[in-house]
């Protein structure tokens, strides 16, 4: 059973927000035993190099003869004959289940011209759904599940607005939900301040202006990852005087291709905090979120850098610029991977004008800054990707104590020295 419905979310008690979205029903002797609700915008990609064909969610139905509920499987069947299969299963030592995913297709009725007329089956290499036991699964960001690559096919699968149960289901209706793996926004400690209130401007900046005299805040704590220059924030005090909070930063996923090879993915909402003087001699901090409209500096990224590295050099705005880079350890050819071979992200590198739209009564208005991290040495495999769904925040001026400027990541997952042409995330994932 198909239907569509509409979820209304409410914001500060005044602006609704309506998400389309579609449910699937397995029903069988008159019970219903699994549940799975989407956004209508999640799909299927299935690309054999040369073109590629997308598949929404809205168009699939569930194939009843497939499915089964004494082995909880629900089976989606899309058009031309492409087929999702999710698989659900109990894990006895920790009560928790998980989801298999993989997608059923045959080239030739997919792609118009293409002569293979066998079956290919792409399983899911992320394994992101795991909720406990006896409850629902639910995840309101939008998650990218990377698959493996059937011969010289790629599948990519985009969800958000997701909620599945497969185990104990009461009446037709899903059991409480376990958010615990949806993306949170975790306050950051800071310290405590003279204050005026914030003001939100409708360019997704946030300014808001302290006093040039600070005084360690009691009764707050940080703790530290193992980059000394990265931190996860701790539970934080009643602030005394009312701030506006930044809207949320999109998330974007940028993919750098070599060709037609991948060779970067990246995938965040990123925030920037930037410390600057006024003209009045006291400092305000600009909070600035990565726009939808970023795009890739083609001329500056790259897959094949000096010293076995690889660039990813983002533009946005007017003459902002976010770049990234990412080395490569026991590298013996920039064409084969070793089997031991590691890479690690390098530096971060912000550069960005001080204009008096978002940086109101700038005492420096029209200059040009460009600030650079080094990172601390942490390396994945080559064959893999970091992902890290909580708040992480990354000093970008720690020379600079008076000015900091901070980038802040959401839902954050990179992976670079991919190959080949898919656009899913590789191998193990790392947190």
């Known amino acids: 059973m198909r239907m569509k419905i509409h979820t209304t979310v409410l914001f500060l008690l005044v602006t609704f927000v309506y998400v389309s979205a579609i449910e699937f029903k397995l029903t069988k002797n008159g019970n219903t035993c699994i549940l799975f609700n989407a956004a209508n915008s999640s799909q299927i990609k299935i690309s054999n190099g040369t073109s590629e064909k997308t598949f929404s969610f809205d168009t699939a139905s569930v194939d009843q003869d497939k499915s089964d509920c004494t082995t909880p499987q629900l089976w989606l069947s899309f058009p031309n004959n492409v087929k999702g299969k999710f698989l659900f299963r109990k894990n ?54 990377g698959f493996n690559r059937p011969d010289n096919y790629t599948v990519d699968m985009m969800v958000s607005n997701v909620r599945l149960q497969a185990f ?9 939900a376990d958010m615990t793996t949806v993306p949170t926004t975790e306050p950051t400690t800071q310290p405590q301040t003279t204050e005026k209130p914030t003001t939100e401007h409708n360019n997704g900046t946030t300014n808001s202006t302290t006093e040039p005299t600070t005084q360690p805040s009691n009764g707050t704590s940080e703790h530290t990852t193992e980059h000394s220059n990265v931190t996860t924030a701790g539970p934080t005090t009643t602030p005394l005087v009312p701030t506006t909070t930044a809207p949320n930063p999109p998330l974007n996923k940028f993919e750098l291709r070599n060709g037609n090879d991948t060779c970067i993915i990246f995938y965040a909402g990123i925030s920037f905090k930037i410390t600057y003087d006024k003209t009045d001699n006291k400092t305000a901090v600009a909070t600035i979120n990565l726009p939808n409209a970023t795009q890739i500096d083609q001329g500056r990224s790259t897959c094949n850098g000096t010293s076995n590295s690889q660039s990813l050099s983002l533009d946005f705005f007017n003459g902002w610029k976010l770049s990234m880079k990412f080395g490569l350890e026991n590298k013996v050819t920039m064409l084969v991977k070793a089997d031991n071979e590691k890479y690690s992200l390098q530096t971060v590198t912000l550069t960005y004008v001080i204009d ?23 390396t994945l495999e080559a064959t893999g990707s970091y992902k890290c769904q909580k708040d992480v925040t990354l000093n970008l001026n720690a020379t600079d104590s008076n000015h900091p400027i901070s980038m802040n990541t959401q839902n954050l997952q990179y992976e670079a020295f991919h190959t080949g042409n898919f656009t899913g995330f590789d191998g193990r994932i790392y947190n």
């Open 356 to 378: 008096t739209t978002r940086f109101p009564d700038a005492a420096k208005a029209g200059e040009t800054v460009t600030v650079t991290t080094q990172m601390p040495v942490s």
């Open 92 to 145: 006895a030592p920790n009560n928790s289940t998980s989801v298999d995913i993989l997608v059923q297709f045959v080239p030739s009725v997919v792609f118009t011209g293409d002569s293979n007329t066998g079956i290919k089956v792409a399983d899911d290499t992320s394994n992101k759904m795991s909720p406990p036991y006896l409850k629902s699964y639910e995840c309101t960001a939008e998650e990218s599940i």
């Open 168 to 176: 104990d289901v009461q009446s037709g209706q899903f059991s409480d």
